[in-house]
């Protein structure tokens, strides 16, 4: 950075980092817990990744248990989630048929008695929940009421423990009417642990040991006026639900603020660091002129508009930083590609990051095809737009022939996955950086695919706009572009939820499949697993259906009777996975039997139907991507 422009970045940048000094950078936070509490406690609070005083603190609880809101034994009904106040009456190790473990637990609150129920695995995972729900215990004890063997009982409750059963408890049930905390945890270091922890350190703390970066003003506007020590106190010790509360507010309100410092610190930079303008070229014998000449289909209003907006930035000394937003096929790729080729008009390159080598593959495949003329190299002996595929699969005489072609110019279009962020990919003149699906990146790779070039433009593209996203738009790190429309022509989609323990639901949904495949259509069917491993069921037990299990069934389900059916996931060669999909898209394969490597950016324009099993498991981004 050079001139005004930096010396401005770099006075705010001051003045910021002072107001924002890290949690840890304090030297009373900065104090290793094995000082602080003595090795055995630091060793066990390591395994959750905490070493220093400032990340015990920074453990925020994950939820309270409400001990002045329990509900009483004899009043549980199934489906409830409540909180129970008992004492431990027995507990008793016993072991699966299957070869695990469970651990069983008799609690009562003085009238009725309940069975809380702990399975695992291993023998270990048992062993040290049965040491502290000893006899005599008493706790908080919170989960989802169920019956078992015509019994009420809860399973892997959260529970709290807050004492032992000692002669006086009207002592003990006073002190447990305030809020507990409960903590991210593991077997190792559960959740009481981690509150013995911190009592004495905020006991210990004084209010310089704190660096508080909400100041003056913005303490009393926005927080109520909660110092960060008070906010820190009510947050892991607090008397009542008022207190954590507002402490929640006030530490919601500061990252909120830390986060937007952070993204305008990143766009005062990339504004004083210039650019080389990519103007539009005039005329219809440009790249730009000739494709857009050449279009077998009319651009939306959207495009249209978005289009005029990312290129007059493009023409611009400042660079360009863009997210655009838009369904599963509004046409997000052609607005990137008219882009695109505005900067290698105005002579420079461009490069497309994608998550995963299937998507990168049909981007450069997609790409190649709208291009038309411009990339086919068989009519011309060097193509105008040559469009290069670099991913780790890449064999090494053809990557070398590609680095070679990349940082000579002649590649206008690289397109690949986490295989451009190696030191050995380097441009002529990188113009233009367009990253999809950006949720599957970090911002560190982002930014070191920009490095490959001069401050080059940036445009980054989802189909799922998530919180980092709002993030993103909301504090001006990013511009955004929203394609509301879809192209003429696309059908809207329907959901449907099909619970699998009623049989002919689920009869109906293969005939459906079978129906639309006799239209000339093809059907995904998405598995959460590959095939037969520990993995493949949750920690409740639950079975999960696999790629394998799915597959052969389907082959022998009587309404898909001469479909043809195949298998893709993750695991798979490059070049068996390749092969799957082709078979796929040329529709010599009917039905796809996958994990979410199908995710991201696989176009099959004939398929119309997708059956995702244990749906309940995935995340809502990747069920909107999947749909």
Not at 96 to 101: P, T
Not at 159 to 184: C, F, H, M, Q, W
Request: hydrophobic share 40%; aromatic share 4%.
């Amino acid at each position: 950075m050079k001139g005004a422009g930096a010396a401005a970045v770099e006075a705010t940048r001051s003045r910021a980092l002072k107001a924002v000094a890290p949690l840890g950078g304090h030297h009373r936070l900065a104090e290793p817990l094995q000082t602080a509490l003595g090795t055995k406690t630091a060793n066990a609070l390591a395994t959750l990744g905490l070493n220093t005083v400032g990340d015990l603190l920074g453990h925020y609880p994950r939820r309270y248990v409400e001990p002045g809101r329990q509900t009483t034994i004899e009043k549980l009904t199934a489906g409830e989630y409540v909180s129970v106040f008992g004492t431990v009456l027995h507990s008793e190790i016993r072991q699966n048929s299957n070869g695990g473990y469970r651990l069983e637990v008799l609690i009562t609150d003085g009238t009725s008695e309940l069975q809380l129920t702990f399975f695992a695995r291993k023998l270990y995972a048992v062993e040290w929940r049965l040491k502290n729900l000893s006899e005599g215990v008493l706790g908080v004890f919170s989960g989802t009421v169920n019956v078992y063997n015509g019994k009420l009982q809860l399973t892997h409750p959260a529970y709290a423990l807050v004492g032992e059963k000692n002669g006086d408890e009207s002592e003990v049930r006073l002190n447990a009417t305030k809020p507990i905390p409960i903590y991210p945890a593991n077997a190792k270091t559960p959740t009481w642990v981690i509150q013995n922890a911190i009592k004495p350190v905020l006991d210990t703390l004084a209010k310089d040991d704190i660096p508080d970066p909400l100041r003056g003003a913005i303490v009393s506007k926005y927080t109520g006026g909660l110092p960060k020590l008070a906010a820190l106190r009510h947050l892991h010790a607090p008397a009542t639900e008022a207190e954590w509360r507002a402490a929640q507010k006030r530490f919601q309100f500061e990252e909120a603020f830390l986060l937007q410092v952070a993204l305008g610190l990143r766009r005062l930079e990339a504004q004083a660091s210039p650019t080389a303008p990519r103007p539009l070229a005039a005329g219809s014998k440009s790249l730009l002129g000739e494709f857009d000449g050449n279009l077998p289909f009319t651009l939306t209003s959207g495009q249209m508009e978005i289009g005029k907006v990312i290129s007059e930035e493009l023409g611009s000394t400042v660079p360009m930083q863009r997210l655009l937003v838009g369904e599963v096929g509004s046409g997000k790729t052609v607005v990137a590609l008219r882009a695109m080729l505005q900067v290698i008009d105005a002579g420079g390159q461009c490069v497309l990051l994608a998550p995963t080598e299937v998507l990168a593959t049909q981007h450069a495949q997609s790409l190649t095809k709208m291009l038309g003329g411009l990339a086919n190299s068989d009519l011309l002996a060097q193509p105008q737009v040559k469009v290069s595929l670099l991913t780790g699969s890449t064999p090494s005489p053809q990557r070398k022939d590609i680095l070679l072609d990349i940082i000579s110019g002649h590649t206008k279009i690289l397109v690949g996955t986490h295989a451009l962020l190696e030191d050995k990919v380097q441009f002529a003149d990188l113009g233009l950086v367009v990253v999809d699906e950006q949720h599957r990146f970090g911002v560190e790779q982002r930014e070191k695919l920009k490095s490959k070039g001069t401050a080059p433009n940036l445009l980054v593209m989802t189909a799922t706009p998530i919180p980092r996203t709002i993030a993103m738009t909301v504090f001006g790190d990013l511009d955004i572009s929203q394609l509301k429309e879809l192209p003429p022509g696309r059908q809207p989609i329907t959901t449907h939820v099909v619970p699998e323990y009623k049989t002919h639901w689920l009869h109906r949904t293969w005939q459906r499949v079978a129906e639309e495949v006799k239209k000339g259509h093809q059907v995904f069917v998405v598995c959460p697993r590959i095939g037969d491993s520990v993995a493949n069921t949750t920690e409740k037990g639950r079975e999960l259906h696999t790629v394998a299990e799915v597959l052969e069934h389907l082959q022998n389900e009587p309404a898909l009777a001469g479909i043809t059916m195949e298998a893709l996931h993750g695991q798979m060669k490059s070049a068996d996975k390749e092969a799957v999909m082709q078979r796929f898209r040329s529709a010599a394969t009917q039905l796809l039997v996958s994990t979410t490597v199908i995710e991201v950016g696989v176009d099959i324009p004939a398929a119309t139907v997708m059956v995702i099993f244990d749906a309940d498991l995935f995340g809502v981004s990747q069920l909107h991507q999947l749909r």
